[in-house]
């Protein structure tokens, strides 16, 4: 499975946009790009997923460049209700769908 | 509606001692998956099943680790002779199939397991 590499930890401050990349340097041609977002105590919640240029959905815009080495998520006017840690594992579009889990990026949300 | 819950939300147990964590996934996915994340760890995947079928046990870190699923719904994941390491928190996670490329998993709160 491919290896995905994520800065560690930010703040960014409520009502910014938030952008966070991921690198996927071993992604393979049939994987998508997928983005989860998890808060303390609880299971990752999926939040957009694509496979080339940009994907807009009502929570987030993911941008993937022709390459596919890398993605960057984009959170719009973030809250205090976005500080959770996110994840960008890539997902074979056939067989079993098993992600692989990076480390995440700690996004904190400053009042 | 209801979601993927798993139970218990918490188990402490003795190092030596069996465990058993139960899954019961959204009615109607057929693809169930068990991920472990240990403390300050990413997601690692452990098991996944289609239908009661577990074609993919890579994950498994080691003999003393099984799980099964039984009618197409509840999975228990059993660790045996439980050592200090193997505590985590177990997260299932359930989709309505695999083998697509839209279909997102939803995942439980998970067990936090603890092995004194």
């Known amino acids: 499975l491919a290896k995905t590499t994520q800065p560690i930890s930010m703040d960014s401050y409520e009502g910014q946009e938030v952008n966070i990349t991921c690198s996927h340097n071993n992604i393979a041609t049939n994987d998508y790009i997928t983005w989860y977002q998890q808060f303390p105590s609880q299971g990752p919640r999926f939040i957009i997923q694509?496979?080339?240029t940009k994907v807009t959905n009502e929570v987030a815009s993911l941008f993937i460049p022709a390459d596919r080495k890398s993605s960057t998520l984009s959170l719009p006017r973030v809250s205090l209700s976005d500080t959770a840690v996110y994840y960008c594992p890539p997902k074979t579009a056939y067989g079993n769908n098993r992600l692989a889990f990076g480390k995440g990026n700690q996004v904190v949300v400053i009042p | 509606g209801a979601g993927v819950s798993q139970s218990p939300s918490n188990k402490v147990t003795e190092k030596g001692k069996d465990v058993e964590l139960r899954c019961d996934p959204i009615?109607?996915?057929?693809?169930l998956y068990w991920y472990r994340q240990s403390l300050g760890q990413g997601l690692e995947f452990l098991i996944y099943?289609?239908?009661?079928?577990?074609?993919?046990k890579s994950g498994l870190p080691s003999d003393r680790f099984s799980a099964e699923r039984t009618g197409g719904s509840v999975s228990t994941l059993t660790i045996q002779r439980t050592q200090q390491e193997d505590s985590a928190v177990y997260l299932c996670?359930?989709?309505?199939?695999?083998?697509?490329?839209?279909?997102?998993?939803?995942f439980g709160p998970g067990t936090r397991l603890t092995v004194l």
């Open positions: 996670a359930s989709s309505s199939l695999a083998g697509g490329a839209y279909n997102e998993q939803f």
């Open positions: 694509g496979y080339k």
């Open positions: 099943f289609q239908g009661n079928s577990a074609p993919d």
């Open positions: 009615s109607g996915h057929t693809a």
